[in-house]
C-alpha cells in the first residue's frame, strides 16, 4: 500500500521530528546539525599489529558494513543510525514501526527499503543524509523481500527474483526488467516470467543471469540502466545463452562480466556482445558455486586494482580491467578489504595481511571473534576496520 504524504501529526524541536501518516505509520527522526558529525580517524598508511574490538551493535539490516560520509550506519528494528566510527556514538536515527528489508549505499547517501503496511512488499524507499540523518527524498518501489540496492554511482538497482527496476538520484524509476505484475502496456519486456538469479553492475551496464522458461541454460542479459525514453522497455545490450551448469554472475566491468559455475568449477569472462572469452578452473569446491549468492550479489570488495571475490571457501582477486584471475587465498571467510597498502582479509581466528599485487601473506593479526565462525564481510572507515557478523556489525580499533 502507498503511504499517503499528507501528514496528521507534526512536531519539531532540538532536532527531533515525530510524525505520523494516514496509514498509522509512525517515524520518529533525530538529527544532527550540519558540520557536527566528525570526520572518521585518520587512515593508516599499513596495517598495526593488532586490532582491538571499539564497539558493537546489531545490525541485521545492513549485509555488508555500511559507510556513508562520515557515518558507520546500522540498521536493526526499525532504526537506521549513524555512528561515529571511533566510538559508535549515535549521532543521527530515522526510525519508522515498519520492518526494513535493507539497507545500503546508493548516490552517496543512505538508501533505507522497509516493508510496508502489510508486510508482503518492501514498497518504502527513504534516502538519508549521511552527515546528517535528514530525510532527503522518498519514494515507493516495487520490490519483495530480499531485495537487494546495487549502486553504480549515478543508478541504484533494486533487485529481485521476477522483477528489477533501476532508480536515479530523485529516486525516479529509469528501467524496469522481468515480470511486471501489471504492465501499462503488455509485450515491452524481453523476457517475461524468467527467474532472476544474480546480479552485478557498473557505470552503464547491469547484468542479469536468468533462466527463462523453455531454456535448458543459462540466460545472461546485460541492459543499460539509464535506459531510453521509456523505462518500461529496458534496453538491452546483449542476452546470450551460456551452455553448462548453473552458474552466478560474480562481477561485472566495462563491457565485461564474470560468470562462476560448478561442475567443474570454473570462471567465465563474457565480453561486450556475450562470447566467452575465456574459461579459467578455479581450484574450490563445486559447492561454492552451487547455490546463489545472498540476495543473488556475489560477496565481493574492490579497489583502484582489483575486485576481491569469496567463493564461499577462498578469496580471488579479479583484474578490474579484464575480470582474469590474478591470485587466489585459500581458506578464508570473506573477500577481505584494502586497508593501507595491504588487503585485509579475514580467516579463521584472524586477518590475513596480504600483498594486493601478488595474494602472498606477510602475517596474521589475530582476532576474537568469539564463536563466530560464519563468514565475514569488511569495510573500512578511517583506520577503523568494520566486520559484518552475521546481524552484528563490530568496529575494530588499531592497537
Not at 533525530?30 to 593488532?50: M, R
Not at 549513524?82 to 520492518?99: N, P, Q, V
Not at 564474470?258 to 581450484?283: I, K, M, W, Y
Request: with cysteine.
Amino acid at each position: 500500500m502507498v503511504v499517503a504524504a499528507v501528514l496528521a501529526v507534526a512536531l519539531v524541536a532540538g532536532g527531533v521530528l515525530v510524525w505520523r501518516t494516514s496509514a498509522a505509520a509512525t517515524t520518529r527522526s533525530v538529527t544532527a546539525p550540519t558540520g557536527s558529525f566528525p570526520p572518521p580517524p585518520l587512515t593508516e598508511t599499513t596495517p598495526p599489529a593488532g586490532f582491538t574490538e571499539a564497539w558493537r551493535a546489531a545490525s541485521p539490516g545492513t549485509p555488508v558494513p555500511l559507510v556513508a560520509g562520515p557515518a558507520v550506519v546500522t540498521a536493526a528494528d526499525g532504526e537506521v543510525a549513524g555512528h561515529d566510527a571511533a566510538t559508535g556514538a549515535t549521532h543521527w536515527s530515522y526510525t519508522r514501526d515498519d520492518a526494513i528489508c535493507t539497507v545500503a549505499s546508493g548516490f552517496g547517501q543512505v538508501m533505507a527499503l522497509y516493508r510496508n503496511g502489510s508486510g508482503d512488499a518492501c514498497s518504502e524507499l527513504t534516502v538519508l543524509v549521511p552527515s546528517t540523518g535528514a530525510r532527503r527524498v522518498y519514494s515507493n518501489p516495487n520490490a519483495l523481500p530480499g531485495a537487494r540496492l546495487l549502486d553504480s554511482g549515478t543508478l541504484v538497482a533494486l533487485t529481485g527474483s521476477r522483477y528489477l527496476q533501476v532508480v536515479r538520484s530523485d529516486l525516479v524509476k529509469t528501467t524496469e526488467f522481468g515480470t511486471v505484475d501489471t504492465p501499462d502496456q503488455p509485450g515491452r519486456q524481453p523476457y517475461p516470467d524468467c527467474s532472476l538469479d544474480s546480479f552485478a553492475i557498473t557505470q552503464g551496464r547491469l547484468a542479469v543471469l536468468e533462466r527463462c522458461p523453455g531454456d535448458e541454460q543459462d540466460r545472461l542479459t546485460v541492459i543499460a540502466p539509464d535506459g531510453g525514453s521509456d523505462a518500461t522497455t529496458p534496453e538491452v545490450v546483449f542476452s546470450a545463452l551460456l551452455p553448462g551448469a548453473h552458474g552466478q554472475v560474480v562481477a561485472a566491468a566495462g563491457d565485461r562480466v564474470a560468470v562462476a559455475r560448478p561442475g567443474p568449477a570454473a570462471l567465465e569472462v563474457v565480453d561486450g556482445q556475450g562470447a566467452v572469452l575465456s574459461t579459467t578452473p578455479l581450484p574450490v569446491p563445486d559447492a561454492d558455486l552451487t547455490a546463489q549468492p545472498p540476495g543473488g550479489v556475489a560477496a565481493t570488495t574492490s579497489d583502484d586494482r582489483h575486485v576481491y571475490w569469496w567463493t564461499g571457501s577462498a578469496t580471488i582477486a579479479l583484474d578490474r580491467g579484464d575480470l582474469q584471475p590474478a591470485w587466489m587465498l585459500p581458506g578464508t571467510t570473506g573477500p577481505g578489504v584494502r586497508y593501507g597498502d595491504a588487503v585485509l582479509v579475514p580467516v579463521p581466528g584472524g586477518l590475513a595481511v596480504t600483498d594486493p599485487v601478488t595474494g602472498a601473506v606477510a602475517r596474521t593479526i589475530a582476532v576474537d571473534r568469539g564463536g563466530w565462525t560464519g563468514a565475514v564481510q569488511s569495510a573500512v572507515a578511517g583506520s577503523v576496520l568494520l566486520e559484518q557478523r552475521g546481524p552484528d556489525l563490530v568496529a575494530l580499533r588499531p592497537s
